[in-house]
């Protein structure tokens, strides 16, 4: 079946660091790749996608480009910002109806 | 445009109560999913209906919970009797034609639900 890895972390960054958040998978077939945030008393936001291989989502400032070859996806952010703190959760979505989530990466940014 | 929308945001209960839980999804849209988010489990699908028909519920923990959608723009989720290790947040989702893969799901803001 299909299945998501990611970072578990927590993160902690300081303020403007570079962001890198892994992201792989396993799956069959051509899925889509999601992003998704989830800041603190909130539900999930969609944050980026993308649905085919070589495909980059981005969206404020975020990036994750999907690869094929390696079964990746991760997510970037040149600058981080203290109100980018949040969970991070990766997943996937085949040809059915249901979302494969990650575990989640907790982010935490530091003035 | 307004979001998925769920009722109450927060339910405080206590043991063997009947809880309610209510979802709006996006206008159009004609699947929805039920979620249950824990510190332990993560994320768990609950139930899936597509056009208000319940496709799938085998992720119902078991006979408490009970889920309707009687039409296109309201579920709920009933849990009776409540207990505590019900304790979690609750969201409700939507999205366009869920098997296609292209379609995201757009999640609500959740009830955080407590069972004393």
């Known amino acids: 079946g299909n299945s998501v890895t990611q970072m578990e972390g927590p993160v902690t960054l300081s303020e403007e660091a570079f962001l890198t958040i892994n992201c792989t998978y396993t799956?069959?077939?051509?899925?889509?790749l999601f992003w998704y945030v989830q800041y603190p008393g909130e539900g999930l936001q969609l944050l980026l996608k993308?649905?085919?291989?070589?495909d980059k989502g981005s969206n404020k400032g975020f990036e994750a480009t999907y690869r094929k070859e390696t079964t990746s996806f991760h997510l970037e952010k040149g600058s981080v910002q203290v109100s980018d703190s949040a969970v991070y959760f990766c997943a996937l979505k085949g040809s059915n109806y249901k979302l494969t989530f990650g575990k989640g990466t907790l982010l935490t940014v530091n003035p | 445009d307004a979001g998925v929308i769920q009722s109450p945001r927060h339910e405080v209960t206590e043991m063997g109560q009947e809880v309610t839980l209510r979802c709006k999804p996006i206008?159009?849209?004609?699947?929805l999913f039920w979620y249950r988010q824990t510190m332990m489990r993560g994320l768990e699908l609950l139930i899936y209906f597509n056009n208000n028909v319940p496709i799938d519920d085998s992720g119902m923990p078991e006979d408490r919970f009970s889920a309707k959608m009687p039409n296109a723009s309201f579920s709920t989720l009933k849990i009776q009797p409540s207990e505590p290790r019900d304790s979690a947040v609750y969201f409700c989702a939507s999205s366009l034609i869920a098997e296609s893969s292209y379609n995201e799901q757009f999640f609500g803001p959740g009830t955080r639900l407590t069972v004393l």
């Open positions: 799956a069959t077939g051509y899925p889509s």
């Open positions: 206008s159009g849209h004609n699947s």
């Open positions: 993308a649905t085919k291989a070589d």
